[in-house]
C-alpha cells in the first residue's frame, strides 16, 4: 500500500481498475475502494478508468445486464469508461440513467471535472497535438546504452558451479569453440515479451531494432573463438564438438494478461529437452529469459550456472557484459522462487517457507580487470 499512497501523493493523474474481485466484490463495482477510500481517504483528485471491456465483465456472462453494469460502475466511482465495442449503447443507456435520476448529475460533472482537470494540466487544451520535436531521439544510443544497463543490473545469478571454490562465471572470453543453443538465444520477440508491437509480442527478428543475446555473445568473445549455433541440439551433436562450455538460453513465449495463465509454471519444450541434452554433456550456463519464476528445480543438478534474465527487451548485450565479466552481476530476487507450484502462494514468513531460492537472493561476482 506505502507505493500507492506515495505516487497518489506525489501526483499520480490516473488509475485503472482491475478486472479482479475483492471479497466477492468485482472490482468495476466497488464503492467503497474507489470512492470511499481512493478518492477520500487518499484525497486522489486525478480520474478513474476502467479496464478493457470491463464495465460488461462485472457480469456473468459478459455483457448480461449491461444497464446494471453501467451504472453500478459509474456509481462505484469510475470516471472514463473504456469501452471497445458498440460505443452508441453505452451512451444511449448512461443518458436514459442519467435522465431517470439513477445517475446523479453531480456524479457526472465530478467524473468530467477529473478528466479535463488532468487534461487541463497536461497542457492538452493549449496544445493539444503530440511534439514531435524529440522523435529523432528515441532509439537513440544513449537510450540504448541505457537500457543495455539495466538489463545487466537486474540479471540475477541463482548459481554459479556446485560451490564457491568452482565457479563457471564468468565465462572465458578465449575458447577454441563453444556452443549457444535455445529458443531464446537468437529472438528479439522472445527477449521483450508481450505488449511488444503487437498485444501478445511477436516471434524472431523482425520487430524492431536491437541485439539478440548471441549477437551480444558474439560481439563479446575473442575473434579466434568459434560460436556454433544451434537451437535444439541432440547428445550426440554435442558429445561430439568438444566445446570449451555452452551457453544455453531458453524460457517462455511472449504473453500478454490472461493468455499468460498458467498453472504448471513449466519451461516450455524444446526448453527442457535442450537443457538435458546440453548440461548433461558439456559444462553450461543457463541463461532463463523469463517474465516470472518457472519450475527448474528438476533440471538445476545437471546446470553448472543458472542466470534468470527475466525479459531483458532489445539489448541483449547487456547479458554477455556479465557473463563474460566485463561487469559484475549484483541483481537479486524481487519474489521467492519456489520449488514447486504446490507451494504457491509462498511469502516470506510462512511457516512452512521453503523456496528454492528465497526472496532477495542473488549471487555476485566481481568484474574482470584488463590487463
Known sequence: MPGY????????????????????????ANHDLITKFLKGTLKFRGFVISDWQGIDRMTTPVHANYTYSVQTGVHAGIDMIMVPYNHTEFIDILTSLVKNNFITMSRIDDAVSRILRVKFTMGLFENPMADFSMVDQLGSQAHRDLAREAVRKSLVLLKNGENADSPLLPLPKKASRILVAGSHANNLGNQCGGWTIAWQGLDGNNITSGTTILNGISAAVDPSTEIVYSQNPDAEFVKSNNFSYAIVVVGEHPYAETAGDNANLTIPEPGPSTITNVCKNVKCVVVLVSGRPLVIEPYLSSMDALVAAWLPGSEGQGVSDV????????????????????????????ADYDPLFPFGFGLTTEPIVAN
Do not use: A, C, E
Open 5 to 28: 499512497y506515495n505516487s497518489i501523493i506525489k501526483g499520480v493523474s490516473t488509475v485503472m481498475v482491475s478486472y479482479s474481485s475483492w471479497n466477492g466484490v468485482k472490482m468495476h
Open 323 to 350: 557473463l563474460f565479466g566485463d561487469y559484475g552481476f549484483s541483481g537479486k530476487l524481487s519474489r521467492t522462487w519456489f520449488k514447486t507450484v504446490d507451494q504457491l502462494p509462498m511469502n516470506v514468513g510462512d
